[in-house]
């Protein structure tokens, strides 16, 4: 028989000491949060000294409503191993004084993921339940029997622990990386990360049924894809838009951090943020995945592929101007999130357990909503596009080939070719430890044009009982850069012709630009020339195509790219044309950031930010953003109404880093005449002396 113990004074939740043996001592130094798996110590306060053979003590934990233990959201547990429904919790007794006593409780590696309610009972017969306070659970990487376990400590600290990183935009022939504050350890940003899988639909719906999911990596990646877009009136974080009207929220380009979009998330009253696009919906699902102790990264495909119909072919209709129309469309570039999990639902074997493509940019909707993933890479690699989730959608993204048609005047359309190459190119993610761009095609797709490349695009399109229909020859044309293009500088470009035939031919030769939105969309004409050109048998010829700075400027503050298109219709026979493109993405002029000093925490440290207009006219409505977890707990924000030809402008800022560790400042400039200019550096906090 149990005596009760009904001398319990106080509980020291020990939150600093556990925090920092769980890894979470960042996030918040107040709050007791620890990962499943791992064990946690709880100290009681008593009158007298605790005999665990005589003293009756229960400790219950729950999270959610209507918490069960058949649901595996409640556990109630003394000092002795139990069986039985649900997710056991254990505990053992630590120590004890006269005075006190500490318990270790560890949480199974399989608990549900959230914030959770800690109670006592000391008293056999009763039916009432002490408070204690809670605590919030979060996954793993650090746990073997986790299944968002990493073996590598240099991953995880990447992965799961970094909060800042690298992004990739651009294009496949001119990459440009771009710093970005992810943020997870903000003080809040956990309460808004936990905030964000209460208002999903799901367990809107039946919160018990909920609330027991958010034990799997794979119902929690779903459910934070689909709510990090708004498009199912799901209180989402951001609302998407591509048209380049902006004046009613924040253009997408400006954003840097994902701290920033989540805290005015929750001061929306979990309304939409405006705006985002891939690469910001992107970032902050990497924040709200590496705060809940998912492993993750943010990866760029370059010559990304959205295939409406699943046919895993792309078709690019080009009238004889060389005008785009699209049915499908190949974005320049686009984002999406990788997350390291295992793969029980697809398979009994660790086939397909590791990185997972998981992306929240709302495209097409999977399973009634808009989200995708998480689907294998080993699956998309080998063609299994048969496995859930999304994994021919996102095959597609990757290695879908290109049907080109030429548009006749009449309406009738003539195929020139079929490109299986160009899809899918240059995928990459920050590598650990450096912000060096890491190449991961490899982990898609096998090299182009191989037997194994080929091989598993028949597959795929034999899971979905599709055939291929073969590449038509094709005529050589080429455009290539002269130099590389940097906005301020007129565009200089050479266009190549070469006869392959016998024959001389006569061709009638159409060069058209067009701004284009990295989705691939056309937003207007820049440029066109047309000439005659005589092109002897087996002969080559070049074409210089200058594209003035007065003419692309402006039209590029909402648009990524510059697409050269070059149409060649033989002038006896109109039905024979050929054609070339290119895009064109212009280098930004330099942003720099000097550091002056060492950086101490809590200590004064002095950054120099410098920008020099490179235009022949003045700049408007400049400003300067400085942004970084641990350096800066806000935006630090300079206006600078006007900077003149040729002028310098420095913006010196003086703040105290309070985190120590590798942090990355973020800088942006911004101005009414061209698009966001941003830079970044890697500033390492040492402690303070003092301390």
């Known amino acids: 028989m149990y005596r009760p113990t009904n001398n319990l004074l106080k509980v020291q939740l020990n939150c600093e000491k556990n925090n920092k043996e769980h890894r979470t001592d960042d996030i918040a130094p107040n709050k007791l949060i620890v990962r499943r798996g791992k064990p946690f110590q709880l100290t009681f306060l008593t009158e007298r000294p605790f005999q665990p053979t005589q003293d009756y003590f229960e400790i219950t934990v729950e999270t959610g409503p209507n918490a069960s233990e058949s649901k595996g959201t409640k556990s109630s547990f003394g000092f002795q191993a139990r069986s039985g429904p649900g997710k056991p919790w254990s505990m053992q007794l630590i120590s004890s004084t006269t005075t006190s006593f500490t318990v270790s409780i560890c949480p199974p590696a399989n608990a549900c993921v959230g914030l959770y309610s800690l109670s006592v009972k000391t008293t056999p017969s009763s039916a009432s339940l002490t408070a204690l306070g809670s605590l919030i659970i979060l996954f793993n990487p650090w746990c073997e029997d986790d299944s968002v376990y990493m073996v590598k400590e240099e991953e995880r600290r990447e992965y799961v622990m970094s909060e800042q990183g690298m992004l990739y935009t651009g294009s496949s022939d001119s990459i440009h990386a771009v710093g970005w504050d992810f943020g997870q350890f903000e003080d809040d940003v956990i309460d808004i990360c936990l905030k964000l899988l209460d208002k999903n639909p799901k367990c809107v719906r039946n919160a018990a049924e909920d609330f027991s999911a958010r034990c799997s990596p794979i119902y929690v990646g779903r459910v934070v894809s689909a709510m990090i877009n708004v498009n199912d009136y799901d209180n989402g974080v951001l609302a998407g838009r591509w048209d380049g009207s902006y004046s009613d929220g924040v253009n997408p380009g400006s954003w840097s951090s994902s701290v920033e979009i989540l805290r005015k998330w929750i001061q929306n009253g979990c309304g939409p943020v405006k705006y985002g696009q891939c690469w910001v919906f992107a970032a902050v699902m990497c924040t709200v995945l590496r705060c809940l102790g998912i492993p993750c990264r943010v990866v760029t495909n370059f010559d990304s592929a959205h295939d409406t119909n699943t046919n895993l072919t792309v078709d690019v209709f080009i009238n004889e101007n060389g005008v785009e129309e699209k049915e499908d469309s190949i974005w320049n570039f686009h984002v999406w999130v990788e997350a390291w999990m295992k793969r029980p639902d697809i398979s009994d074997s660790s086939l397909y357990d590791g990185w997972q493509v998981l992306d929240p940019t709302p495209q097409e909707k999977s399973e009634g909503s808009y989200c995708c ?164 048998p087996n002969k080559e010829q070049s074409v210089p195509i200058t594209i003035p700075f007065a003419d692309y400027g402006e039209k590029m503050l909402n648009n990524n790219s510059i697409k050269v298109s070059a149409v060649a219709k033989n002038a006896k026979d109109p039905k024979e044309v050929y054609m070339a493109d290119k895009d064109i993405v212009p280098h930004s002029p330099p942003l720099t950031i000097t550091v002056k000093g060492t950086a101490v925490l809590y200590n004064d440290l002095i950054v120099e930010v410098m920008f020099e207009n490179p235009l022949s006219e003045t700049l408007k409505n400049c400003s300067i953003t400085l942004a970084g977890s641990g350096l800066l707990s806000s935006p630090e924000i300079s206006q600078i109404a006007t900077l003149n030809a040729g002028q310098r402008v420095r913006v010196i800022v003086t703040f105290q880093p309070y985190r120590t560790g590798l942090k990355k400042l973020v800088a942006d400039f911004q101005c009414s005449n061209f698009t966001k200019i941003n830079a970044s550096c890697n500033i390492d906090v040492k402690p303070s002396s003092r301390n």
């Open 373 to 536: 993933g998480p689907a294998p890479l080993k699956a998309i690699l080998e063609g299994h596009t048969n496995l859930k989730y999304d994994v021919p959608f996102v095959f597609a993204e990757v290695n879908a080939d290109v049907v080109k048609w030429i548009v006749h005047p009449d309406g009738s359309r003539k195929k020139l070719r079929t490109d299986t190459s160009s899809v899918g190119n240059r995928i990459s993610t920050k590598a650990v430890g450096t912000d060096r761009r890491l190449d991961i095609t490899n982990l898609y797709k096998h090299q182009e044009g191989s037997k194994a490349e080929r091989d598993e695009f028949n597959n795929a399109m034999r899971n979905m009982g599709l055939s291929e229909d073969p590449a038509p020859a094709a005529v050589v044309m080429k455009i290539e850069e002269v130099v590389k293009p940097v906005t301020g500088s007129d565009i200089k470009l050479n266009l190549t012709l070469r006869n392959t035939g016998s024959t001389p031919q006569t061709l009638i030769l159409q060069i058209n630009a067009q701004t284009m939105r990295y989705t691939g969309t056309p937003s207007g004409n820049i440029y066109k020339d047309q000439k005659e050109i005589q092109l002897q």
